[in-house]
């Protein structure tokens, strides 16, 4: 890549010099045939049809030059934007769940594209615009000032200050209107997406005008502000018009003048009208230029910002890969909030024997879904430790860890691809026979055969092509299918029926044989078979055991077992 970056300035530079001489040739042209060059009558024409040709040539040349430089920084351009497309793509997924919880998708994406773009703009623009503009004006200003007057230069140079800076106060208040018009595009970007993730909560309440109307209120403030972007544009574009003819002017003036005294030719009158040309065509370019740069810059900003954020939960220096020997989980003691004043778990200690399950139970808030999210280490302890196999988690690598923690949550969210990918997405590499096996444990085989596409059958958005039970039953099966010692039921069936559940769960109990299972319940009628039921309340244990004699002592479980027979019973 180096010996390309090298050659593309090789290519820039032999472009520049070959349009700084090619006015040279069409002067001489002129001159040659006003009769001001010395040539013999008889070679007159020959010379000029030569200069002619010459002239051509090195126009061919110069578009030659440019895209040769193109073509040789693509690779380097697109390699880099790739390589920072997907440092950004990764530390966006290494970021905590708190982070993601809190940032909204649509406004997330936005930020990444733009910013990528941004470096694109700065990247191409560098290249094609300001470093090739910077080289011509001191070539340029050089061949003005040892073949003519060094008035042609001042009033170039003065021509050149007067319009940037004339274009940078335009353009730093069009960047003003600019980010404006960019928030109400992120938020009626965030609107839509949101809206359409939630398309049956939509329908369900009626809410489609009220969505329409939340869009169009968001779009209208970017309209706004893209018409005044649009109108300052003009006044911009008027403004360096009106600074470039002006100059323009002026120097044709002292040519004119010149010409007529004799001390300049013809030809020299056409090559300084050349050379401004030549400066003022890209200077026009500069306000659009400079405005993108402003507007990269920010938006490079907001990614960089993003790239400072620092993941809240990081794997320790040393850490280690997780050693799986049986699958002991201890929780010691273990204190935990998401908040410093809203304490969820105060001192729980829980411990997961080897192949045994165990179920979690409490009212809403008792931190049942925090142990999940513990375990997982979504977030780290605030005190006490969380050991698998005697290792803390905190000090292993987050990788090994997750490779041995199959979780089945509440609501099962699918990609939208087919059910065959999405079974896959358990393990990279699975065979089609690995595949179809985890699917009839999961019991839902038969189903997909079925189908007219059978395995290629497309899920939907978030799989809202399949039903409720249908689609708990493809998240069983590529966990089934990633085979992991440790499993995690985070109230895996209380989205669905009661028949569906029932055929679930006899899918999960067969699932959970020889794992050590943690299940988080709320309908305790799941977990009556658990080896231990474990009772939380406020963050803490009052009490565990099995579910015979936990109703035997008539404590809180009981109280929570007979609280629901009444519920299902009205």
């Known amino acids: 890549m180096q010996t390309r970056v090298i050659l593309v300035i090789v290519s820039l530079i032999a472009a520049k010099g070959v349009s700084v001489v090619t006015p040279m040739l069409i002067a001489n042209v002129v001159d040659s045939l006003a009769g001001e060059r010395p040539d013999p009558p008889g070679m007159l024409a020959a010379g000029a049809l030569g200069l002619t040709f010459a002239y051509v040539v090195f126009r061919l040349l110069n578009i030659g030059f440019q895209e040769l430089r193109g073509v040789l920084f693509a690779p380097v351009s697109q390699q880099a934007l790739r390589r920072l497309g997907l440092k950004t793509f990764q530390h966006i997924h290494r970021l905590s769940l708190r982070y993601h919880i809190s940032r909204k998708t649509g406004g997330l994406s936005r930020v990444m594209e733009r910013g990528v773009k941004g470096v694109a703009f700065l990247l191409r623009f560098f290249l094609v615009s300001i470093g090739p503009l910077i080289l011509e004006l001191v070539l340029i200003g050089g061949v003005l000032w040892a073949f003519f007057d060094v008035r042609y230069l001042l009033v170039l140079l003065g021509t050149v200050v007067t319009y940037v800076v004339f274009t940078t106060m335009v353009t730093e208040w069009r960047v003003k209107i600019r980010r404006r018009m960019n928030a109400q595009d992120t938020d009626a970007n965030q609107k839509a997406v949101d809206s359409l993730l939630n398309f049956e909560t939509v329908k369900y309440f009626g809410a489609e005008r009220f ?75 500069l306000g659009y230029v400079y405005r993108e740069i402003r507007q990269s810059l920010v938006d490079m900003g907001e990614m960089f910002m993003l790239l400072d954020e620092a993941p809240e939960v990081e794997d320790a220096p040393d850490a280690k890969p997780l050693k799986i020997e049986g699958g002991l989980i201890e929780f010691d003691k273990v204190d935990f909030g ?80 087919t059910i065959l990918y999405n079974i896959a997405y358990g393990r990279a590499g699975a065979t089609r026979e690995e595949i179809e096996a985890a699917a009839k444990a999961a019991q839902i085989h038969e189903f997909i055969i079925g189908l007219p596409e059978g395995y290629d059958a497309k899920v939907g958005e978030r799989g809202l092509k399949l039903s409720g039970g249908e689609k708990q039953r493809v998240g069983i099966a590529r966990t089934l299918l990633k085979d992991p010692p440790i499993l995690l039921l985070d109230e895996a069936t209380s989205a669905l029926d009661t028949e569906t559940e029932h055929g679930i769960l006899d ?27 474990v009772v939380l309340e406020a963050g803490q244990v009052v009490e565990e055991g099995r579910h015979d004699a936990l109703l035997a002592s008539d404590g809180r479980y009981a109280s929570l077992w007979h609280m629901q027979l009444n519920d299902d019973a009205a």
């Open 211 to 285: 969505e329409a109307q939340r869009y169009d209120t968001a779009m209208a403030g970017y309209e706004d502000a893209a018409i005044r972007t649009t109108y300052s544009l003009s006044a911009l574009n008027l403004g360096q018009a009106a600074i470039v003819n002006c100059a323009l002017f002026a120097v044709l003036c002292m040519a004119l003048f010149e010409v007529r005294d004799g001390s300049m030719t013809v030809g020299d009158f056409v090559l300084v009208n050349s050379y401004m040309m030549q400066i003022m065509m890209p200077l026009n370019m």
């Open 338 to 417: 998401y908040e410093a004043a809203r304490p969820i778990l105060r001192g729980l200690s829980l411990t997961v024997a080897p192949g045994e399950t165990v179920a979690i139970v409490g009212a809403s808030g008792a931190g049942k879904s925090t142990i999940g999210r513990l375990l997982f280490r979504f977030y780290d302890v605030l005190d006490g430790a969380l050991r698998i196999d005697g290792q803390d988690v905190r000090d292993v690598t987050q990788e090994s860890l997750h490779a041995v923690i199959g979780v089945v949550p509440q609501d099962t969210v699918l990609f939208n691809d």
């Open 507 to 533: 899918a999960l109990v067969a699932m959970g044989e020889g794992r050590s299972v943690i299940t988080i319940a709320h309908r305790l009628s799941t977990v009556v078979d658990a080896d231990r039921i």
